[in-house]
């Protein structure tokens, strides 16, 4: 039963990861678009430009927040192991 438990807690983190990368993929290839955009003066190009530069920090921001409580389930994981 644990082991199914563990295998589906895997399964979430491997898809969050694939979900994370492409989300800043995206948000790099909206920015490099709004930037070639903005070099041949295109009328929209900072609209592009914001919303990458924008989806890319909240991308950060969750990734870093998931990446803090991982480290925190760890650290109490090692804890309980040492006791």
Known sequence: MQLAIKLKIINMTNRTNL???VMYALSAFTVLVG???????????????????????????YDSIRLKRRIKQLEEQLKQKEK
């Not at 930037?35 to 920090?57: D, K, M, P, W, Y």
């Open 35 to 61: 930037a070639f955009l903005r070099i041949i003066h295109f009328t929209n190009s900072n609209l592009l430009l914001i919303i990458g530069f924008v989806a890319g920090a909240l991308t950060t921001c």
């Open 19 to 21: 979900i994370i990368n």
